[in-house]
């Protein structure tokens, strides 16, 4: 009889663990895929972003793949925390109006881009010191009632300019410079989008 019970517990516990390992690695729908030589070796690199399809937040998994020179590909980074949630609250929750829209790389830098409910936003990350360094931020957002304010922040030299202007009659309100430097540059892997007012 105990040995009854016994196997019952475990049969139990690895079907509820497998169930929730399944859960936890079920990144099963490809959103994007994107490739360009990121680490300067000439070789194509590849990032993949797949979504949870499961889960009620649906999160995005962020994958850098270095192509080898065998043809094989060596997994970089995985980040689960790049990529804003595409339901932060549950699908049943509150909507922010933020939403994912792509990747690309262009001239050996990776960009994420995300939509704002009324403009956009992107960072920019480049391969260096052994790390994808978030070198660039830019924002353009619309307070709905004909002002758009623009950000555009260069990290690696610390210039951040920010713009103020009328989109029906493309015054400028205000532009302002500023140097703000932070060292060391955020990592990819550690990295999550409007953390703080900077970036």
Not at 91 to 112: H, M, P, V
């Amino acid at each position: 009889m105990k040995s009854t019970i016994y196997l019952l517990f475990i049969f139990l516990f690895n079907t509820v663990y497998g169930q929730n390992s399944l859960l936890k690695d079920s990144f099963n729908y490809e959103v994007k895929k994107v490739t360009g030589d990121l680490n300067k070796d000439k070789i194509n690199d590849i990032v993949i972003v797949t979504q949870d399809t499961i889960n009620d937040k649906s999160p995005y998994k962020l994958q850098i793949y270095f192509g080898q020179p065998n043809g094989e590909l060596k997994l970089i980074i995985t980040t689960v925390k790049a990529i804003e949630q595409q339901f932060p609250d549950g699908k049943e929750g509150y909507k922010t109006g933020n939403g994912f829209d792509g990747i690309a790389i262009k001239k050996g830098k990776f960009s994420i881009s995300n939509q704002l409910l009324r403009g956009n936003f992107e960072h920019q990350f480049r391969f260096q010191n052994g790390n994808f360094e978030l070198i660039g931020f830019s924002k353009v957002s619309s307070d709905g009632q004909g002002t758009i304010t623009s950000i555009d922040f260069n990290l690696s030299t610390g210039l951040r300019i920010e713009t103020r202007e009328r989109y029906d009659t493309d015054k400028v309100l205000s532009r302002s410079k500023k140097k703000v430097v932070i060292r060391p540059l955020p990592k990819l892997q550690e990295f999550t989008p409007l953390e703080n007012e900077w970036y």
